[in-house]
C-alpha cells in the first residue's frame, strides 16, 4: 500500500450515501484468498472502475457483490440494508443488475427476446424458465416498456429483432447491459463490458456508458485502460486479491505503488509481466 493514496473510504463522501456500499469483503478458495478486505463505495452518478492484472481477484469480488458467491468475511449493504449473504435473485430484486464477463446471451434468441425475459425476471421470483416465460410473451405492458426503454439506453433500437447470434461481438456485450438495464436496477456491476473488442465497438460501449452514468451508481471491471480513464470517476486497483491502491484516476495514475506493480510501461496491456507476484 502507498501510503500517498488511501483505499475508498467504505462511507464514501460525506455528502450522499452510498447505493452500495462493500467492507472487508474476503473470499477463500482453500487457502487462497482471491478477495481479501476489499472495501469499496458505489454512488448515484458516478462509476468506479476496478483494475488489476489477470487472477487479482476482479471477478471474485463482482460475484461477492452479486450474491454469486457467498463471503467468507465481510459484510455488504445496499441503500443502507445489509444485504450480506443475499441470493442473486433478491439482490436483483433489491435493485443491483450485473453483466457477465462470458456472455449471457441466448444466442438462438432475438434482442427483444433477450431483453424481454430479463425484464420478466425483475418482475416475476418464479426460478428461471425461458419456455414458461416466452408463453407470456407481451402480456404484460409495463415489461414491454422495461424491455423497450433497456434496448433504447443500450443504443441496441436499430437490432432489436435481429437474432442475437447474428450481431456483432459489440453488439452483444451491449445487450448484454441492456439485459441488466431491464432489471431496473440502481446498481450495474459491469465485468469486462469491452472484452474482445475492437477500437470501434469500445467506443461504441464507452459511449453507452458514460451516458448510463447519471441514473445509476456503476462498478466497471476493464482491462481498457483508455476505456477506464474515459469513465472512471474512482478508480481501484486490485493485486492478488488486495487493494493496493483506490482514489482518483490522476492519484491512483501517478501511484508510484501502482505503475510498478500494475500499469508498468505499456498502461493498455495490463496482462504484460511485471505484475506477478
Ligand atoms: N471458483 C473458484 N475456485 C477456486 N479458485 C477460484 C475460483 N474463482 C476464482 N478463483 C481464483 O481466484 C483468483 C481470482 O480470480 P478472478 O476473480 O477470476 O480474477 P480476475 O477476475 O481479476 O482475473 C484466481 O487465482 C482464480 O484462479
Ligand atoms: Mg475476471
Not at 450480506?84 to 441466448?106: E, H, I, M, Y
Not at 435481429?162 to 439485459?179: F, K, Y
Amino acid at each position: 500500500m502507498n501510503a500517498a493514496i488511501a483505499p475508498t473510504a467504505p462511507t464514501g463522501p460525506a455528502t450522499a450515501e452510498p447505493v452500495l456500499k462493500a467492507q472487508g469483503l474476503t473470499k477463500r478458495f482453500g487457502g487462497l484468498a482471491a478477495v481479501n478486505d476489499v472495501s469499496l463505495a458505489l454512488h448515484k452518478g458516478h462509476l468506479h472502475a476496478v483494475i488489476g492484472p489477470n487472477g487479482a481477484g476482479k471477478s471474485t469480488l463482482t460475484n461477492l457483490l452479486t450474491g454469486d458467491l457467498a463471503p467468507t468475511a465481510g459484510r455488504v449493504w445496499l441503500k443502507g440494508t445489509e444485504v450480506t449473504g443475499w441470493s442473486n435473485v433478491r439482490l436483483s430484486q433489491a435493485g443491483l443488475g450485473r453483466s457477465f464477463q462470458k456472455t449471457n446471451v441466448l444466442l438462438p434468441f432475438t434482442v427483444w427476446d433477450n431483453v424481454r425475459l430479463a425484464a420478466q425476471s425483475r418482475s416475476r421470483h418464479s426460478p428461471f424458465n425461458p419456455l414458461q416465460w416466452l408463453t407470456r410473451a407481451g402480456t404484460d405492458a409495463a415489461e414491454r416498456e422495461r424491455t423497450q426503454a433497456a434496448i433504447e439506453r443500450a443504443h441496441l433500437s436499430a437490432r432489436t429483432h435481429a437474432v442475437a447470434a447474428t450481431i456483432s461481438h459489440g453488439e452483444q456485450r451491449q445487450l448484454e447491459v441492456a439485459m441488466a438495464l431491464a432489471t431496473q436496477p440502481q446498481v450495474l456491476l459491469l465485468d469486462e463490458p469491452l472484452a474482445g473488442m475492437g477500437a470501434a465497438e469500445a467506443e461504441r460501449m464507452v459511449a453507452v456508458l458514460q451516458s448510463l452514468k447519471a441514473q445509476h451508481a456503476i462498478l466497471l471491471v476493464e482491462h481498457d485502460m483508455d476505456a477506464v480513464f474515459a469513465l472512471a470517476d474512482e478508480l481501484t486497483v486490485m493485486v492478488n486479491g488486495q487493494v493496493i491502491a483506490s482514489g482518483t484516476p490522476a492519484a491512483v495514475r501517478a501511484d508510484a505503488a501502482v505503475q510498478a506493480a500494475y500499469l508498468g510501461e505499456d498502461e493498455t496491456d495490463v496482462s504484460a509481466p511485471g505484475h506477478a507476484a
